[in-house]
């Protein structure tokens, strides 16, 4: 759908992973817009989808918790495919639960120009045509403006709930830990990225002989089989490096300092299932 690419480019800096494997997104998080208008904050969640394990019954519930307690939803559309089954599931979700909504319709610019108009009527047919639309394509930017100003108009009015120099809410260890496992998404073949989890065991200020600060980071890697591990540090550890060479920049920009990153990987089987480890990884359901 590229929810968290949306994200990432409506408050103009990276504060969630992105990439192109479906439920990238774990953790519930808000991005924070102030403008001379307004504040809105933007809540990223999972993606609701059929769970296959009490990680995915976590994410899903988690997801629609969120649903719940928001002034109204971007419903945001992979516009390059037609409206499927799962678009449908969400639809009847939002409309039991009486959830206003906007629907964004995504990836605008991967959509044939021939095709447009008869994308739109399929889209408008599903949702009816009252409903308010706006297409966007998160990637390149275009229609983001304008459904901000749509946002705007649809929120209550009320007092700023943060400052206007903050943006995201989440905690360090929770953006650092996904930055690691997002260059395991990016980088590693289909069977590895859901099965991978990230835990920093160790974030501390140090500073070297010269004097000069920088910030000491060892992180896990949990996987769930002996082969993902085997796979996850490459021949000679050359997976590892890349993974931690690309996590490890990311890092420094976000604390805009020098990071030093140490990766280690551990299997865990089963770790999706079982409920202690799911708390000891950061996945708990919220009430």
């Known amino acids: 759908m590229g929810k968290s690419t949306l994200i990432n480019k409506l408050i103009g800096e990276k504060i969630t992973i992105t990439s192109p494997i479906a439920q990238t997104t774990r953790n519930k998080l808000k991005g924070i817009l102030t403008t001379s208008n307004g504040q809105i904050i933007f809540v990223d969640t999972p993606g609701v989808h059929k769970p296959h394990h009490r990680l995915g019954e976590i994410l899903v519930k988690n997801a629609k ?4 307690g928001v002034d109204m ?5 992979d516009s390059s495919e037609e409206p499927g089954r799962g678009d449908e599931y969400i639809l009847n979700f939002l409309t039991a639960n009486k959830t206003d909504f906007i629907v964004a ?7 044939n120009k021939e095709f447009r108009n008869l994308r739109l009527d399929q889209y408008r047919r599903f949702f009816g045509i009252k409903r308010n639309f706006q297409i966007v394509s998160a990637s390149k930017g275009e229609g983001c403006s304008e459904l901000v100003d749509k946002t705007l108009n649809f929120l209550p009015e009320g007092p700023k ?34 099965s991978v989890a990230v835990k920093i065991e160790k974030l501390e200020e140090m500073k070297r002989k010269n004097g000069k600060g920088f910030t000491a980071i060892l992180a896990t890697i949990i996987v769930e089989r002996t082969t993902q591990k085997g796979i996850l540090i490459g021949k000679k550890g050359s997976m590892l490096k890349i993974i931690g060479q690309s996590a490890r920049s990311n890092m420094s920009k976000l604390i805009d300092g020098p990071v030093h990153l140490e990766l280690f990987v551990k299997v865990v089987p089963n770790w999706r299932k079982k409920e202690s480890r799911l708390i000891e990884f950061g996945y708990e359901e919220e009430f």
């Open 73 to 77: 939803v971007i419903f945001v559309i």
């Open 105 to 111: 319709l995504n990836k605008w610019d991967l959509v």
């Open 65 to 68: 918790a969120a649903i719940n």
């Open 161 to 194: 709930l943060y400052g206007e120099e903050t943006i995201c809410d989440q905690p360090l260890d929770n953006l650092l830990s996904d930055l690691v496992r997002e260059q395991v998404l990016l980088n590693t073949r289909e069977e590895v990225p859901h």
